[in-house]
Antibody, heavy 122, light 110 residues
Framework: EVQLLESGGGSVQPGGSLRLSCAAS????????MSWVRQAPGKGLEWVSA????????HYADSVKGRFTISRDISKNTLYLQMNSLRAEDTAVYYC???????????????WGQGTLVTVSS | QSALTQPASVSGSPGQSITISCTGT?????????VSWYQHHPGKAPKLMIY???NRPSGVSNRFSGSKSGNTASLTISGLQAEDEADYYC??????????FGGGTKLTVL
């Protein structure tokens, strides 16, 4: 059974940093692209970042480029999102999501975690 | 990258059919057959309902169907049921190797 479990959320002041983790199980983690998707309070879903399952290449939304870094530890089956220079508008529930296709696909997500809340406020 | 355009809300009675539209550009919806649709009940993880424009994952009811014409994709739900009441989001792969979501549509089953 595929499971994705996020952790690391919490409250942080503007300009601060936070690292999110997503522990994956039930599938060959190294073979699939993984993404972070967020939902701000009362807003819709927003794709944040993805890492390719084939070559580990990374991709970012313009809103987080240069501030957030996605990475993975294949030995630990864990996905990370390092978030720096956080802003109030980064406040959201952050989900990790598994791509349906192996390698680098169309970014369609067949499994999602339950999410972790990040609050950026002074 | 601007969000794809969806109606804010749609409604229908049990047993009826509804269609949710999702409009983008030639750089996303119109340029790739990589449109997906998600059902999201508040407080739960989103669920993939349609991928690659019109394909249903295993376990998803055949009451859900997807299509695309030009820069606009559509999700149709037939035989509406109370459990279908949720938020629905479209998404599309883009020419920048990124993903863009629609703003979301709240479906109300009357």
């Amino acid at each position: 059974e595929v499971q994705l479990l996020e952790s690391g959320g919490g409250s942080v002041q503007p300009g601060g940093s936070l690292r999110l983790s997503c522990a994956a199980s039930g599938f060959t983690f190294s073979s699939y692209a993984m993404s972070w998707v967020r939902q701000a309070p009362g807003k819709g879903l927003e794709w944040v970042s993805a890492i390719s399952g084939s070559d580990g290449s990374t991709h970012y939304a313009d809103s987080v480029k240069g501030r957030f870094t996605i990475s993975r530890d294949i030995s630990k089956n864990t996905l990370y999102l390092q978030m720096n220079s956080l802003r109030a508008e980064d406040t959201a529930v952050y989900y990790c999501a598994k791509d349906r296709s192996g390698g680098w696909g169309a970014l369609h997500f067949d499994y999602w975690g339950q999410g972790t809340l990040v609050t950026v406020s002074s | 990258q601007s969000a794809l355009t969806q109606p804010a809300s749609v409604s229908g009675s049990p047993g009826q059919s509804i269609t949710i539209s999702c409009t983008g550009t030639s750089s996303d919806v119109g340029g790739y057959n990589y449109v997906s649709w998600y059902q999201h009940h508040p407080g739960k993880a989103p669920k993939l309902m349609i991928y690659d424009v019109s394909n249903r994952p295993s376990g998803v009811s055949n009451r859900f169907s997807g299509s695309k014409s030009g820069n606009t994709a559509s999700l149709t739900i037939s035989g509406l049921q109370a459990e279908d009441e949720a938020d629905y989001y479209c998404s599309s792969y883009t020419s920048s190797s990124t993903l863009v979501f629609g703003g979301g549509t709240k479906l109300t089953v009357l």
